[in-house]
């Protein structure tokens, strides 16, 4: 069982920043690929970035690339996002997410991650 807890979130204007981070207990971390996700009520949860177990491959949506960044501290068991330039549409609940299986690259899809933090809230005023 793995527990991940986001931290960061909260109101920004538009133009600013904001990093996220997760923190997994557990004591695999590094054999994780971790992923972000963001969803607005009422719309399926979005992809935003994944970082494969090794750091060695990143992935991003086109809406952030450029502006987010993922990377991780395995000897923290953290993942962040950094998250720049935000814009109004940013705005949604954030969840970062492990995924066990040895893949190819990082998964886009939710439903291949097993595990799910609670979210943290993003909110970008213009």
């Known amino acids: 069982q793995v527990q991940l807890v986001e931290s960061g979130g909260g109101l920004v204007q538009a133009g600013g920043s904001l990093r996220l981070s997760c923190v997994a207990s557990?004591?695999?971390?590094?054999?994780?690929?971790m992923g972000w996700f963001r969803q607005v009520p009422g719309k399926e949860r979005e992809f935003v970035a994944a970082?494969?177990?090794?750091?060695?491959?990143?992935l991003y949506a086109d809406s952030v690339k450029g502006r987010f960044t993922i990377s991780r501290d395995n000897a923290k068991n953290t993942v962040y996002l950094q998250m720049n330039s935000l814009k109004p549409e940013d705005t949604a609940i954030y969840y970062c997410?492990?995924?066990?299986?040895?893949?190819?690259?990082?998964?886009?899809?939710?439903?291949?991650?097993?595990?799910w933090g609670q979210g943290t809230q993003v909110t970008v005023s213009s």
């Open positions: 997410a492990a995924d066990m299986a040895i893949r190819i690259s990082p998964a886009r899809v939710p439903s291949r991650y097993d595990y």
């Open positions: 557990g004591r695999t971390f590094s054999s994780y690929t």
């Open positions: 970082m494969y177990r090794s750091g060695s491959i990143t």
